[in-house]
């Protein structure tokens, strides 16, 4: 009897050991990537003036949030995937010499004649230069675009601006 009840009070306190073990053990985790469950979505879109790599206004606290989040989780990595409006070619407008991403300024914008697979890629890198420019590090970021018959709407004229976007995926390592 005496021997049996040295093996209860073992494993009672092997238990309870286990218990507060795997209490305490997430907490610990909380403690260590504290800010992981502030991401609302893991894809983000941020929208462009038709056929540019500028993007809109209303676009720029997206890219800032997103900053933040990449700031607050320096092990989230980020696919940044671009995309444009149309199957063909045309003329298309980046930044050039102007420190704006948010506005076109015809003077200092450079336009040339391009693909809109070339479209995609330009406006998933200027993305990633906007984000450079706010201190996220390149080897986080990676930059794909679509092919250019992956568009949102290619016949509705009122909604092919949907497709004039790039939509970045957060990866978590």
């Given at each position: 009897m005496?021997?049996?009840?040295?093996?209860?009070?073992?494993?009672?306190?092997?238990?309870?050991v286990?218990?507060?073990?795997?209490?305490?053990?997430?907490?610990?985790a909380?403690?260590?990537?504290?800010?992981?469950?502030?991401?609302?979505?893991?894809?983000?879109?941020?929208?462009?003036?038709?056929?540019?790599?500028?993007m809109?206004?209303?676009?720029?606290?997206?890219?800032?949030?997103?900053?933040?989040?990449?700031?607050?989780?320096?092990?989230?990595?980020?696919?940044?995937?671009?995309?444009?409006?149309?199957?063909?070619?045309?003329?298309?407008?980046?930044?050039g010499?102007s420190?704006?991403?948010?506005?076109?300024?015809?003077?200092?914008?450079?336009?040339?004649?391009?693909?809109?697979k070339?479209?995609?890629?330009?406006?998933?890198?200027?993305?990633?230069?906007?984000?450079?420019?706010?201190?996220?590090?390149?080897?986080?970021?990676?930059?794909?675009?679509?092919?250019?018959?992956?568009?949102?709407?290619?016949?509705?004229?009122?909604?092919?601006?949907?497709?004039?976007r790039?939509?970045?995926?957060?990866?978590?390592?």
């Amino acid at each position: 009897m005496k021997h049996f009840k040295l093996v209860l009070i073992g494993l009672l306190a092997f238990n309870i050991v286990s218990l507060i073990a795997r209490t305490s053990a997430p907490k610990k985790a909380v403690e260590d990537d504290p800010v992981i469950e502030e991401v609302q979505d893991s894809t983000y879109e941020v929208h462009f003036y038709d056929a540019t790599t500028l993007m809109v206004p209303k676009s720029e606290p997206v890219v800032k949030e997103v900053a933040s989040i990449m700031k607050s989780n320096p092990r989230f990595k980020m696919y940044i995937h671009g995309n444009a409006n149309g199957i063909h070619s045309g003329i298309i407008t980046t930044r050039g010499e102007s420190d704006k991403f948010f506005e076109i300024n015809q003077l200092k914008n450079k336009s040339y004649y391009a693909s809109r697979k070339r479209l995609s890629k330009e406006r998933a890198l200027a993305v990633k230069e906007y984000l450079l420019n706010q201190g996220i590090d390149k080897e986080r970021i990676h930059v794909t675009s679509t092919k250019a018959n992956k568009v949102a709407y290619i016949d509705m004229k009122e909604d092919e601006t949907a497709s004039a976007r790039a939509e970045i995926e957060f990866v978590y390592h």
